[in-house]
């Protein structure tokens, strides 16, 4: 079986098998600096779409293993989560078996315990792979952030692919993550707000500190509402509830209740999506439909960043001036608000600005 070295073994486009044969998730091995030589691909019994597609037969399946599915965020957990509430719609007898990198953070994993009683069971890798039966289907979506067609299809699309799926037979109605509606929630605020939250996994998606402010003012005059934010923010109408904010259940609790949500590409975005909030989205480096097309109540704004475009993480300080030109060249007065069912994402058009005035886990 072939071998691979330490770079490849970290972004292969899937799963790994150790010499001890156990399935192993590259994640794991980054996060703990573990030596990531000698471990091999999946063998070919197990499903993996980006190695050779495949189309499920999930009619006459009782049970599907997905090996290291959903991946290790917030949002596209959500999105898989999704893609996985699809089928069982379609296919109401089926049953799965999730197995999770252990080293996820700790907010991700707890998405999957509230989704566990509906969506199957979860287990954490490694996993012998003489555990996993012979006539059950194995699906691997491990390390998919490695995989071409993440980058180039909307994620609900890539993660039905990848499950063997084609995404056109799935009504878009379905994949609106409206399985968090289910979730049990704590209460929040007994009073109306709009929501402002701007960080995401990484500095270059995220919305500069800068305008923040602005953005706050703006929103906060277009709803009437006080805005409850993650983060300090100064201005008179803006509460920082960070604080408040300690676990998985109290975010999704927040921006499920919330009367409008103003974010950047964050899994706030895919949330709100779920309970049918309002929402404006800010998209840096991934064009707005591949994240939103299917969002009925969001309006997607694409900052003018070609030379970004597919950049999946960046803190280098040019590509963060570059992000906080756009930012403070976009023209907050047309800032758009979701007011229709089926929104169009709204293309920035540089030709009028006018310059703004001036914490969860960003991984959020």
Known sequence: MTTLDEVHAL???GSLLSQ????????????????????????????????????????SASRVHLVNAFGVTLGDSIIGLSALFALRRL??????????????????QRLYELAAPRCGDILD???????????????????????????????????????????????????????????????????????FCPDASTPVRSIPAAVRAGIVARLADETGLPVMGFGAVEHPRYRDIASLS??????????GHARYLVTADTAALHVAAGFGVPTTAFFTTIPAFMRARDYANCVGVDMPLPHLQGVHASARPADLHAVECAYREYDWRAMPFAENPNPAPHRHRPETSATAHTTPPPSR
């Open 20 to 59: 001890s044969g156990e399935i192993v998730a590259p994640y794991d091995l980054e996060v703990t600096h573990a030596d990531a030589a000698g471990f091999s691909p999946l063998p070919a019994d197990i499903l993996n779409a980006g190695r050779a597609p495949f189309e499920a037969d999930y009619a």
């Open 125 to 195: 890798l490694p996993v012998p792979l003489a555990r996993l039966p012979f006539d059950e289907p194995k699906i691997d979506i491990g390390n998919q952030l490695f995989w071409p067609r993440f980058a180039s299809m909307p994620m609900i699309d890539f993660f039905l692919w990848a499950l063997g799926v084609a995404p056109q037979s799935i009504d878009a109605d379905d994949k609106r993550n409206r399985w968090l509606a289910n979730v049990p929630l704590p209460a929040c605020a007994s009073e109306p707000y709009a929501l």
């Open 11 to 13: 972004t292969h486009a």
């Open 246 to 255: 300690v676990d998985t259940d109290d975010f999704l609790a927040w921006v």
């Open 91 to 108: 296919h109401p007898h089926l049953a799965f078996t999730i197995y999770r990198p252990a080293r996820a953070p700790r907010y991700v």
